[in-house]
């Protein structure tokens, strides 16, 4: 499904496969733990190929 986001309960929304990246990077980061990460993720941008 193109262009399926994650939604939480807090209003939180993100595209799905940034969503699960940010998950990876955070156990990486904090030793097999999520937690926030010390950035804001920004919006994608997308190159439209012609």
């Not at 209003?11 to 990876?24: E, F, M, P, V």
């Amino acid at each position: 499904m193109r262009g399926e986001k994650e939604r939480a309960w807090c209003g939180y929304t993100q595209h799905r496969d940034i969503h699960g990246a940010a998950n990876l990077l955070s156990k990486v980061l904090y030793e097999n733990r999520i937690q926030s990460l010390p950035f804001e993720i920004q919006k994608p941008t997308y190159l439209r190929i012609a």
